[in-house]
């Protein structure tokens, strides 16, 4: 059985949690940002959990995380 290829774009964004789940940063938060308010910004900076649905499809792309 060859060794898997990790997704490099997956690992940069995906990191595992102690518990099997996968934590993720929010989006929107790059450019164009003197639009949104501040609020809207800060509450972007916090990550978040993938959600159960793609689950799968995320430890496809890492394999060994």
Known sequence: MPKLKTCRGAAKRFKR???????????????ILTK????RKR???HASLVDAADHAAVRQMLPYS
Not at 17 to 31: A, E, I, P, V, Y
Request: hydrophobic content about 15%.
């Open 17 to 31: 949690t102690s518990t099997g789940k996968f934590k993720r940063s929010q989006s929107h938060l790059n450019h």
């Open 36 to 39: 949104k308010s501040t609020k």
């Open 43 to 45: 509450h972007l900076r």
